[in-house]
Antibody, heavy 118, light 110 residues
């Protein structure tokens, strides 16, 4: 059974860069019919799509975050990663990684809370 | 790319039916049959309930159904049960490999 697990610092200082990694187990990140997403949810708020990566390295980003976001993939480790630069308190959220099978996310990580604070 | 519009809350008594709407534009909901619905219980990750407007993944009860008309998609939960109380989010393809979520609806089972 496919499992996704987010990892990374739970506290980031304002103006610094948030870095998270999603480790995929129970399946290959190289599946040709899957994409890999980052999605976030500020406390008490709704979901926001951050971006998507294909195993080949092709990326697609939310226009509202595009200038600050980089998503990368390491197929040798079956991992993909998120970097969000110049963070502010507004970036405080639970960050989820998920597998997109065609048009929908069918597997999600448990989520990790990242707090931006000095 | 603006968030899809959902009512903040919905409610119904056990056994009743409730419908949650998700309104977008012709550039997202109205332009593609790629609307999904997710259920989220407190402190948990979202769970896929409906995909491609009206398809149910295996394991999801047939009490959950989806539909779409023009720029508005809908999720109907029939025969409400206590465990259906959760937040529900819609999502749609928005073109150019972009995706957008709704603001979420809190479903209360009275």
């Amino acid at each position: 059974q496919l499992q996704l697990q987010e990892s990374g610092p739970g506290l980031v200082k304002p103006s610094e860069t948030l870095s998270l990694t999603c480790t995929v187990s129970g399946g290959s990140i190289r599946r040709s019919d899957c994409y890999w997403d980052w999605i976030r949810q500020p406390p008490g708020e709704g979901l926001e799509w951050i971006g998507t990566i294909y195993y080949s390295g092709s990326t697609y980003y939310n226009p509202s975050l595009k200038s600050r976001v980089t998503i990368s993939v390491d197929t040798s480790k079956n991992q993909f990663s998120l970097r969000l630069s110049s963070v502010t308190a507004a970036d405080t959220a639970v960050y989820y990684c998920a597998r997109r099978s065609g048009t929908y996310e069918d597997s999600w990580g448990q989520g990790t809370l990242v707090t931006v604070s000095s | 790319q603006s968030a899809l519009t959902q009512p903040p809350s919905a409610s119904g008594s056990p056994g009743q039916s409730v419908t949650i709407s998700c309104t977008g534009t012709s550039s997202d909901v109205g332009g593609y049959n790629y609307v999904s619905w997710y259920q989220q219980h407190p402190g948990k990750a979202p769970k896929l309930m409906i995909y491609e407007v009206n398809k149910r993944p295996s394991g999801v009860p047939d009490r959950f159904s989806g539909s779409k008309s023009a720029n508005t998609a809908s999720l109907t939960v029939s025969g409400l049960q206590a465990e259906d109380e959760a937040d529900y989010y819609c999502s749609s393809y928005a073109g150019s490999n972009m995706w957008v979520f709704g603001g979420g609806t809190k479903l209360t089972v009275l």
